[in-house]
């Protein structure tokens, strides 16, 4: 009895050691969680996402963002495919491979630009064609999501220059880290078409997600680690808050219809995350915990409309998420197409006008 008591308490003591002093990729940052006031006022639940038609994607699973172009509408994967879907009879067609992770995608000038998360910045016309994966020396690690100004700039998002997505799997681990340590070391980048240079626009950010051009000539980047819409003068670098303190983790952001903006939500917030944000040693040790027993996302369906000035309109929820890890959302002839960083189809909703 007494060697197994012994035994038991070596046991715990082990269990003890490893908890507190097992290395980890992470070393987090304190800082100070904005309070979450949940679903209420703008953010009041609703089921106006419910019930969306399916377009399947066998193949390609994952549709992380789309583009509308050319009469067709072109959506990404988690297996490198680009797909092309015809929107009237729901054909689809594999029209390239990136060889990596494409997320975000995004048309000009006749040609297709994709973000990969494996591949750094692509173009895509009869081939795909590699326009940038560094910049000043450093490696492009996660290409996240762009936009393109009207005079041949493209932005985009490189979530974090610490955690690359294709060397800690996928990019849903990748973020998971780069989002646990909160330190920022995301970056928003500029690629002129013209002159073919990559500059630094932002750097410091918790995990940049999605990117769109803003009326003004401004970027307009979701900070995901931060719950907030940022916007960055391009010029000079300057950010201000757009929205701030979402109540769920902001993914993709599109324009939309009537100069408005479609943003996703992935999941609500995370009440264990926020409640450790000042406690780096916490966040350690949730991280030496089997991935089972770690704080996970929560399936809840969320899309929100805003106008120029970051003021809500509505939302579109689905609190039971049936269409898992919602990323975003796109508009094309009277019709919202939903985007997932998961599901094996392509969703779409008739789009009902505004009052």
Known sequence: MRKALIGLMALFGIGA????????????ENWDAPENAGYVGDFAPNRDL????????????????????DGY??????TGDISRIDPDTGE???????????????AYDSLLYIADAHKGLLELGGAVRSLSDTVNGSP?????????????????????????AQANGSTMAASLLEIMESKGTGRVLAYDLASEQTTIIADNLVFPNGVAMHPDGDILVTETGRYRVLKINPETG????WIANLPGFPDNINRGPDGTFLLGLISPRSDWLDANASKPAMRKL?????????PKAEHYG?????????????????????YHDATGAIFHDGMLYVTSLHEDALARMPYPELN
Do not use: W
């Not at 509408?73 to 988690?78: C, K, L």
């Not at 689809?92 to 995004?106: D, M, Q, S, Y």
């Open 17 to 28: 050691l490893y908890l507190t002093l097992a290395p980890v990729p992470i070393e987090p």
């Open 302 to 322: 969320h899309i929100v409309q805003l106008d120029a000035g970051g003021n809500v309109l509505r939302t579109f929820q689905d609190p039971d998420g049936a």
């Open 50 to 69: 419910v019930n969306l038609e399916r377009i399947e994607l066998p193949e390609s699973p994952g549709p992380e963002d789309a583009v509308a172009f």
């Open 92 to 106: 689809v067609k594999v029209v390239a491979n990136t060889g990596g992770v494409p997320l975000g995608i995004e």
């Open 238 to 241: 300057a950010m201000t808050d």
């Open 140 to 164: 492009i690690l996660y290409a996240d999501d762009l936009d393109i100004s009207k005079n041949g700039i493209v932005y985009f998002s490189d979530a974090s220059t610490k955690f690359g």
């Open 286 to 294: 949730a991280m030496r915990l089997p991935p089972s027993m770690r």
């Open 73 to 78: 509408i072109f959506a990404t994967s988690q």
